[in-house]
C-alpha cells in the first residue's frame, strides 16, 4: 500500500535555527498537510495545501512557518527560526477527492 | 465550537471485553467523523469513519455509532485483543474546502491479555 513518507525520523535543533521537515505524500494525491502533536498532547492542524497554495492555516501556523511543494514530489515545512515550544512530532498528511487522509510515521524534532 | 470532546482519558479493558470510546462535538456543520487509531512512535491511521446520514457503521469489531441530535459518537470495539492496545482520536471535519480534521484529546487504550 502507498504510504506518506517522511524524514528525517528525529532532527534536534537549536532554538533560533531553521529546520527543514520532508515529506514525500503519496503519488497521485493532490490535498497536503501539515500537522502536529505536542508529546501526550492532540493531534493539531497546522496548514493545508492544494493547487500549489496554502489553502487554510491554523492560529498556530504563524510567520515563522512556511510550506513548499517544490517539485512534483515532495511537500516541505520550514521553520524560520525554532523556538522550545515548536518541539513536538509532526505529521505530513496527503488525501485524493474522495480518499481518506494518510499520515506519515512523523518527524519528532527537538529544539535545545 | 472548533472543539471536539473526548473521554475517557485512558481506559482499561480485558481481553475478550468491549471497549468504548465517546466524543461530542458542537459544529453543526462537521460532516465526517473518523476514528484514528495511533501506535507508540507511528502516524494516525483510519481505523473507521461515519458520515451523519447514518447511524451505526461496524467493520469487523469496530462499529461507530453515531448520535446526531445529541452531537455525539462513539468508538466500540468488540472482543478487545492486547493488539488493539494503542491510542484512540475521534476527529471531525467539514467536506469540501479544506478538509482539516479536527482531533479529539484521544484515549489510550489497554487491553490486557
Known amino acids: 500500500e502507498p504510504e506518506v513518507t517522511q524524514t528525517p525520523s528525529h532532527q534536534v535543533t537549536q532554538m533560533g535555527q531553521e529546520v527543514i521537515l520532508r515529506c514525500v505524500p503519496i503519488s497521485n494525491h493532490l490535498y497536503f498537510y501539515w500537522y502536529r502533536q505536542i508529546l501526550g498532547q492532540k493531534v493539531e492542524f497546522l496548514v493545508s495545501?492544494?493547487?500549489?497554495?496554502?489553502?487554510?492555516k491554523s492560529e498556530i501556523f504563524d510567520d515563522q512557518f512556511s510550506v513548499e511543494r517544490p517539485d512534483g514530489s515532495n511537500f516541505t515545512l520550514k521553520i524560520r527560526s525554532t523556538k522550545l515550544e515548536d518541539s513536538a512530532m509532526y505529521f505530513c498528511?496527503?488525501?485524493?477527492?474522495?480518499?481518506?487522509?494518510?499520515f506519515g510515521n512523523g518527524t519528532r524534532l527537538t529544539v535545545t | 465550537q472548533q472543539q471536539v470532546k473526548q473521554s475517557p482519558q485512558s481506559l482499561i479493558v480485558q481481553k475478550g471485553g468491549i471497549s468504548i470510546i465517546n466524543c461530542a462535538y458542537e459544529?453543526?456543520?462537521?460532516?465526517?467523523f473518523p476514528w484514528y487509531q495511533q501506535f507508540p512512535g507511528k502516524g494516525p491511521a483510519l481505523l473507521i469513519a461515519i458520515r451523519p446520514d447514518v447511524s451505526e457503521k461496524k467493520e469487523g469489531r469496530f462499529t461507530i455509532s453515531f448520535n446526531k441530535s445529541a452531537k455525539q459518537f462513539s468508538l466500540h470495539i468488540m472482543d478487545s485483543q492486547p493488539g488493539d492496545s494503542a491510542t484512540y482520536f475521534c476527529?471531525?471535519?467539514?467536506?469540501?474546502?479544506?478538509?482539516?480534521?479536527?482531533f479529539g484529546k484521544g484515549t489510550k487504550l489497554t487491553v490486557n491479555p
Open positions: 498528511a496527503s488525501k485524493d477527492y474522495n480518499s481518506p487522509l494518510h
Open positions: 459544529n453543526t456543520a462537521f460532516d465526517y
Open positions: 495545501f492544494y493547487n500549489n497554495e496554502i489553502s487554510e
Open positions: 476527529a471531525a471535519s467539514i467536506q469540501g474546502g479544506s478538509e482539516k480534521l479536527v
